[in-house]
């Protein structure tokens, strides 16, 4: 079959107007692309037009190649003109569909309000970090040797009677106080120390409004050279008066901690009624011995409370158990 060079010149000359008709037509960035391979893939229409000129005379080729290129390059600017557009256009409406109206009222969130147990903790925290000490942890799951024995309570002791606790199988338990803290600390780090230790405690307590058997203590050590009994006395008159927020008549009445010696319990005024609010002492020249650190040398002293006490005072609280009832109507109040 002959075919002639006008036929040529006239089919690009129709792809060229069909094409632009089309590309300013099409709606998406999808139908742009089977645009392109429709008229400039390897078997579009223009490759498609291009395979006749081997039958055109070689004079005749050249003048078809610079038609075919012009259109070409005519149909490659329209297909990125409309690319682009339809791409900023893809943006706008994006952003239009996730502009946030900030005079709409927003969604009312209740805030959360912090437990009085853990006011407390907190308080407690800082004044004491206040005072130059470090906040250490320990595990609630302990040895019999760091809650009792190395604490200066054998297995014969009579104090263990008043700390009976939890037994897991395999020896160990759930500890009665946070001064197994301490003993792990010790091992650990050379004077000065003088750390504080939160945390969670259990005893086989019978429950009521003033016991728990799982409950909280905050602990206070200072080990270093010199310390006495007086150094003891200014931090706790100062730990209270900040507590408190005023200064309170207090008064240290003599007691017994074996693990400490002197010893004794602090009680504070309040209300016009003395409180036992906290324990102390020295810490015992066997617990050093015990850790390594010569008490010839070494002096320190040692205190404790019951969070749940603090708060049933600070927050007039009649009964402990309400602290762990999760009841909205109590809570609320603070």
Known sequence: MTVQLSDIETQLETLGQESKSAIATANTLEQLEQLRVGYLGKKGQLSQILGMM???????????GAIANTVKE???????????????????????????DVTMPGIFRPQGRVHPLNAVIDRALDIFVGLGYTVANGPEMETDYYNFEALNTPPDHPARDMQDTFYLPGGDLLRTQTSSVQIRYMEQHKPPIRIVSPGRVYRRDTVDATHAAVFHQIELLAIDEG????????TIKEFLRQMFGQDL???????YFPFTEPSAEVDLQWNGKWLEVLGCGTVDPNVLKGVGLDPEKYTGFAAGFGVERFAMVLYEIDDIRRVYASDLRFLRQF
Request: proline share 6%; net charge positive.
């Open 249 to 255: 008549p207090i008064r240290f009445r003599t007691s």
């Open 227 to 234: 310390l006495t009994f007086t150094d003891l006395k200014g």
């Open 54 to 64: 081997g039958k055109l005379s070689p004079d005749q080729r050249p003048k078809v």
């Open 74 to 100: 005519a149909l490659q600017a329209d297909l990125e003109d409309k690319r682009a557009a339809l791409q900023t256009a893809q943006i706008q409406a994006k952003l239009a569909s996730e502009t946030i």
